[in-house]
């Protein structure tokens, strides 16, 4: 089994996780394609062909966050936009688009 190195203070994930027999160049070759394709996508598109996508996969929508902006100490995010700012539920909703956003799990909860 792997061990955690001193260096991954904030925890670490490893493909032989899902797969042990992974090695890099296959995984590698598995996402190569499908990346260069999404890349080229971007270039002429932009992010809004991503934002659905986006959307079904986000863990972060409907969490609670805390964030340097001002103006929005505290909410719940939304998602992003078409522009790819993280929108945060704060009374009205909010663009986060610099700083930082932070996510703790409530206590007991």
Same mark, same amino acid.
């Given at each position: 089994? =792997? %061990? !955690?190195?001193? +260096?991954?203070?904030? #925890?670490?994930?490893? =493909?032989?996780?899902?797969?042990?027999?992974?090695?890099?160049?296959? !995984? &590698?070759?598995?996402?190569?394609?499908? &990346?260069? &394709?999404? &890349?080229?996508?971007?270039?002429? %598109? #932009?992010?809004?062909?991503?934002?659905? !996508?986006?959307?079904?996969?986000? =863990? =972060? !929508? +409907?969490?609670?966050?805390?964030?340097?902006?001002?103006?929005?100490?505290?909410?719940?995010? %939304?998602?992003?936009?078409?522009?790819?700012?993280?929108?945060?539920?704060?009374?009205?909703?909010?663009?986060?688009?610099?700083? %930082?956003?932070?996510?703790?799990?409530?206590?007991?909860?």
């Amino acid at each position: 089994p =792997l %061990e !955690a190195s001193p +260096g991954f203070d904030t #925890g670490w994930a490893c =493909l032989h996780e899902i797969d042990a027999e992974a090695t890099a160049p296959a !995984a &590698l070759h598995r996402v190569v394609l499908p &990346l260069a &394709l999404a &890349l080229k996508r971007f270039e002429a %598109e #932009g992010l809004t062909p991503f934002v659905d !996508a986006w959307q079904r996969r986000d =863990l =972060l !929508a +409907g969490q609670t966050v805390t964030t340097t902006q001002p103006g929005v100490a505290a909410g719940v995010a %939304e998602g992003i936009d078409e522009h790819g700012a993280l929108r945060v539920r704060c009374g009205d909703v909010h663009r986060v688009v610099s700083g %930082e956003v932070s996510v703790r799990a409530s206590v007991g909860g």
